[in-house]
């Protein structure tokens, strides 16, 4: 369907955000993805949180792998940079295009396949070297692009849509992502508009790793009984840890809570994460008891969701490196490029 244009056309009363902007500057191609597909929802989140943030499009740079995953970021943001690359190259270009340029928005997208088989050593060290990035994997257990193979996130005792039951242990980027360092760690279902919006938002504002594993079920190949990533598997086993509400540092806090209920989590910007606990007993900034209780509730087979882990002072590959502050292209040739002069210095101080 890649051959039928998005109509231009709008209605004139479409709600307009700060910048002038409404929901069709946010959106991209028309998708070309099976109808139902979870990945589509998790477009509508991405483009439903630069529209609320009131992003302009030009900041942001799509980076992606190979799947039907990483197809998505063309049926979203057509007016920001994207870069489709190779199938689990996504961290490592977008690893190399931030420290070119460290003002724009960072927005990797991948699968299951992509980050947790061939390109699970980018997704670790990406994540534990603390690229300023939103790093999203839309989660389905399959590969769904070359037609339903189990991947590496599928759980062991899962059966496949013939019936194969998968003997292998999973993967969980989620624990994972914690072990390796990450400073924002989340768990959201495409299914879940309402949870996941704000974890993208908080995601995007978050400076330092972030990443996101979004449950994001394949109907062509793994939405039936017997799979663990299908729509009604992650609605019934969903054991949601607490609601966030993302606000920005200039808008004040409005709505009452019932002390105790809500946790305020200050962010070094000046933002605020509102925490709605569901579980009484998670606390959001202890990464060692998150792992734990990942672990736990994942035995009883349950899908925990939400803010699962955030630093709210992290630190980014640029701070541990030293680098200038001004992107790249707008240095002159002296300054990228010395001379000899300043090679033979730093030489001398390495013998
Ligand atoms: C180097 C390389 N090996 C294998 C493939 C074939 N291939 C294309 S997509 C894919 C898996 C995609 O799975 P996933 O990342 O989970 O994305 P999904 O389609 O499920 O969204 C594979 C193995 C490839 N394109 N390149
Ligand atoms: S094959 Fe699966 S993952 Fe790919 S578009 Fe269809 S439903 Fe989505
Ligand atoms: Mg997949």
């Given at each position: 369907m890649t051959y039928i244009a998005k109509p231009k056309f709008h209605h004139p009363g479409l709600p307009k955000n700060a910048l002038g902007y409404t929901h069709r500057d946010y959106e991209g191609k028309?998708?070309?993805?099976?109808?139902?597909?979870?990945h589509d929802s998790i477009t509508a989140a991405i483009i439903e949180a630069c529209f609320e943030l009131s992003i302009e499009p030009h900041r942001v740079a799509k980076i992606s792998g190979i799947g039907c995953s990483s197809k998505t970021p063309d049926y979203f943001l057509n007016a920001s940079h994207g870069f489709n690359s190779v199938h689990g190259r996504m961290p490592s270009v977008l690893t190399g295009a931030n420290l070119a340029n460290r003002e724009l928005i960072y927005l990797g997208v991948s699968g299951d396949g992509d980050s947790?088989?061939?390109g699970l050593g980018q997704f670790a060290h990406a994540l534990r070297r603390g690229v300023n990035m939103v790093y999203i994997v839309e989660n389905n257990g399959v590969y769904g692009l070359t037609k339903g193979q189990f991947s590496a996130t599928a759980d062991r005792g899962s059966k496949s849509k013939r019936g194969v039951i998968n003997a292998d242990s999973s993967i969980d980027l989620v624990a994972m992502a914690l072990q390796l360092g990450a400073t924002f760690v989340a768990r959201g279902f495409s299914g879940d508009k309402i949870q996941l919006v704000p974890l993208i938002k908080a995601a995007i504002e978050h400076q330092g790793a972030a990443f996101i594993d979004v449950l994001s079920p394949?109907?062509?190949?793994?939405?039936?009984?017997?799979?663990?990533?299908?729509f009604d598997y992650v609605r019934e086993h969903n054991e949601a840890v607490n609601r966030l509400d993302f606000i920005t540092a200039r808008a004040p806090i409005t709505v009452a809570y019932e002390p105790g209920s809500v946790e305020i989590v200050e962010q070094h910007d000046g933002s605020r994460l509102v925490l709605k606990k569901?579980?009484?007993?998670?606390?959001?900034?202890d990464r060692l008891g998150a792992m734990n209780f990942l672990q736990r509730h994942a035995a009883m087979g349950q899908v925990v969701t939400g803010l699962?882990?955030?630093?709210?002072?992290p630190e980014d590959l640029h701070r541990h490196f030293n680098t200038?502050?001004?992107?790249?292209?707008?240095?002159?040739e002296k300054e990228l490029c010395p001379g000899s002069a300043a090679l033979e210095k730093i030489n001398a101080s390495l013998r």
């Open positions: 028309i998708s070309t993805l099976c109808a139902g597909c979870g947790a088989s061939i394949c109907v062509a190949f793994n939405n039936h009984e017997g799979s663990t990533k299908s569901v579980a009484a007993d998670y606390d959001a900034n699962l882990y955030v630093d709210p002072e200038v502050d001004a992107p790249l292209n707008t240095l002159s």
